[in-house]
């Protein structure tokens, strides 16, 4: 199993109204297989390896959607960094039985992370590779707060970009690499981009979350025919070509398929 270094996207799981409904679309789309965890929960596999897991909603006032954890070495530690820093945590560090140790968390604009220490689960077992985690972004209206509160909380290093290559080409982008790295591309494990007003005004802050694939379009057009929706259609961008879904219970999320080495994105 992989280790991770703190602030370092370890983990991804999703909020769902029918569990078996998200695993039956997640199944067909991304080829994962399911094992059932304690309670609502079923961990998903891609290729025998731990990729994400699926949870019944317990709430429905809770939002159906992707909810990206950090890892950390000291979960009390960055709870009390995040709330120095203006954010505000929604649960506090709870035990998940011997795998580990998570809290959530929303920053200073409004969108909930995870934090999660390690037990006997680190996290993804497979990232990067088709069928597993390969990127994740917070949209926000509050950039400068936001970005303040990441580089503080877990101490991120901003590349600025404009030429962000998310949904809305032409952003104000950062790209965050960790402490003690070169900033860049090469070390980015994810980013931020500003809600405009070409959003609707009621939209929150929120993460979104990439998972890799091998066909963009092929897993676009398969999402539709498995009940989902496309909310940005397939478009090309400097690390590939991307597009961003909404699975048949609505939650969001974006694919993103690599270039090919020598070649542009197809």
């Known amino acids: 199993m992989a280790a991770f270094a703190p602030s370092v996207p370890c983990w991804v799981d999703v909020q769902l109204p029918d569990l078996e409904a998200g695993k039956r679309f997640y199944g067909e789309l991304f080829g994962w297989t399911f094992r059932a965890g304690e309670g609502p929960y079923a961990d998903a596999y891609g290729g025998g390896r731990l990729v994400a897991a699926l949870a019944a909603k317990q709430d429905g006032r809770m939002p159906t959607g992707w909810e990206i954890y950090f890892a950390t070495d000291d979960i009390v530690a960055d709870t009390a960094r995040i709330r120095a820093a203006g ?8 035990r998940a039985g011997r795998a580990g140790l998570l809290a959530q968390a929303a920053d200073p604009g409004g969108a909930v992370f995870g934090l999660w220490q390690a037990g006997e689960r680190a996290g993804f077992e497979k990232r990067n590779e088709p069928g597993s985690f390969c990127w994740t972004e917070v949209y926000t209206r509050r950039k400068d707060e936001v970005d303040a509160f990441y580089e503080e909380v877990f101490g991120y290093q901003g590349t600025d970009t404009d030429d962000p290559g998310t949904a809305e080409s032409g952003l104000d982008f950062r790209m965050w690499s960790p402490a003690g790295t070169e ?9 931020r981009s500003v809600i405009t007003d070409a959003f609707p005004a009621e939209m929150p802050s929120y993460f979104l979350t990439y998972f890799a694939v091998e066909d963009c379009n092929r897993a676009a057009g398969n999402t539709v025919r498995l009940g989902g929706r496309i909310s940005a259609p ?4 400097p690390h590939g070509r991307m597009a961003v879904l909404q699975d048949d219970q609505g939650a969001v999320f974006a694919v993103l398929q690599p270039p090919v080495s020598g070649k542009g994105a197809e």
């Open 87 to 94: 954010g505000q945590m929604i649960t506090e560090p709870v």
């Open 234 to 237: 397939p478009f090309d961008i």
């Open 183 to 191: 900033p860049g591309p090469d070390t980015a494990i994810g980013g």
